[in-house]
């Protein structure tokens, strides 16, 4: 069966940084998305992978090693306002996203 | 701005009611998707389409079906409404070029079946 691994809750400091990891299994792939979405509102796109490496967006960076069928999502210089869950999806060889639970993101001050 | 608008934000129905939801996106997008969100679940395919008048099952569609007569709009029907289908329903639309285009999803319905 197709599967995709992530925690399930994560808690870190403002100002800090995190790393949420992201493991897959999948049949085929054609590339791997993050999303954020804050307690009751839409998903909202942060990144897409779909070759080798590290993606760099600001404060966020994502990074995908198709060998390993991993992926992270890096934030720095936490803020409040990234208190969120993030989920994982990845496109199988099918070209439909297959969906992570989430792992929620606690920020403190 | 990329806009897909979600007909109620709250929905509370009986159980063997027949539910309809319903999906607006101002981005003359060809592909439509309805998912459910669960606690402790990734968000899971119901319906999608890829044009007007066209539907495919996704991992879940029983209990379910849909409607597209214009590209605009994606209807979700809960033919008898159970406790069972008591989640948060997603719409998510996309442009052409799906396979590395990011979904846009709308606020969300939280349907609750008593």
């Known amino acids: 069966g197709q599967n995709i691994d992530q925690p399930t809750e994560m808690t870190a400091t403002e100002g800090a940084i995190v790393q949420i990891n992201c493991t897959y299994q999948t049949s085929g792939f054609n590339g791997l998305f993050w999303y954020q979405q804050h307690a009751g509102e839409a998903p909202t796109f942060l990144s897409y992978n779909v070759l080798d490496g590290l993606e760099e967006k600001g404060r966020f960076s994502s990074f995908l090693s198709r060998s390993k069928g991993y992926s992270y999502l890096l934030l720095k210089e936490l803020q409040m306002k990234d208190s969120a869950s993030y989920l994982c999806a990845v496109l199988d060889s099918n070209y439909q996203l297959i969906w992570g639970a989430g792992t929620k993101l606690i920020i403190k001050p | 701005d990329v806009k897909v608008t979600q007909s109620s934000r709250y929905l509370v129905k009986r159980t063997g009611e027949k539910v309809f939801l319903e999906c607006v996106q101002d981005?003359?997008?060809?592909?439509m998707f309805w998912y459910r969100q669960d606690p402790g679940l990734g968000l899971r395919l119901i319906y999608f389409s890829y044009d007007v008048k066209m539907k495919e099952k996704g991992d879940i569609p029983e209990g379910y079906s849909v409607s597209r007569e214009k590209k605009e709009r994606f209807s979700l029907i809960l033919e008898s409404a159970s406790t069972n289908q008591t989640s948060m329903y997603l719409c998510?639309?996309?442009?052409?070029?799906?396979?590395?285009?990011?979904?846009?999803f709308g606020d969300g319905t939280r349907l609750s079946i008593l």
């Open positions: 998510a639309s996309t442009g052409g070029d799906r396979e590395s285009q990011p979904q846009h």
């Open positions: 981005m003359d997008h060809e592909n």
